[in-house]
């Protein structure tokens, strides 16, 4: 239940770096990292392992214990949630658009290996975002990401608005391989504000 409500969290840190990119054009990059190496972890030991290990997702575990417990300031969060787990349904059905996506994600993974860290990291992005457009976004229902015109027209922000988006998609579907669903949600929410205390508590 820990590596679920975990997953369930990633999907928060996805999220949350969104809203916080189209609003102020800025974003956690720690954290980032994590949700873009999630994306090249393809056979690991626990839920943990995706995202680097449980203190590398102290945004999304704080995210999701303020959205459980009413905070409205984490709205835009929600909705983009709430958007990447009816969408994971679509991708889950899909097993040529999963095909694509893996082997496009392998090669990915292996580019940029001579750069910095941090340019290697940029030129991901660039290549996810493209990965995205092609493919998740077109989707339904599309999300649509609010924020100040002036970080949605900048190239790099849009490139990490959709590799975080679809960082959250891969979150959404080990949340459904765990056991997820919309009873977990609705009945379940006691057990995962207690795990998401744990896991701030270390």
């Known amino acids: 239940m820990k590596d679920r409500n975990l997953a369930l969290a990633g ?21 980032a990292t994590s949700c873009l190496n999630s994306l090249f972890v393809l056979e690991p030991d626990s839920a943990a392992a995706i995202y680097g290990g449980t203190e590398r997702m102290r945004l999304g575990v704080e995210t999701m214990l303020a959205v459980l417990q009413g905070e409205n300031r984490y709205a835009d969060s929600l ?9 994971e349904k679509k991708f889950r059905r899909s097993a ?4 694509v996506i893996g ?5 990915i993974s292996r580019e940029g290996a ?39 027209k900048n190239q790099r922000t849009v490139d990490w608005v959709r590799t975080l988006l679809l960082a959250g998609l891969r979150s959404a579907t080990l949340w459904h391989q765990l056991g997820g669903g919309r009873f977990e949600l609705m009945f379940g929410r ?10 701030l508590m270390g």
């Open 114 to 152: 001579e750069l910095e860290p941090y340019e290697r990291e940029d030129l991901q992005a660039q290549e996810i975002s493209a990965l995205y457009a092609e493919t998740i976004s077109h989707l339904s229902p599309r999300i649509v990401v609010n924020g100040k015109p002036q970080y949605l």
């Open 79 to 87: 909705r983009y949630t709430v958007g990447l787990l009816q969408i």
């Open 103 to 107: 082997s496009r994600l392998l090669e």
């Open 96 to 99: 040529g658009l999963q095909d």
């Open 190 to 199: 006691k057990n995962i504000v207690r795990d998401a205390q744990s896991f």
């Open 11 to 31: 999907v928060f840190q996805a999220t949350e770096l969104v809203r916080q990119a189209a609003s102020h054009g800025t974003w956690s990059g720690y954290a």
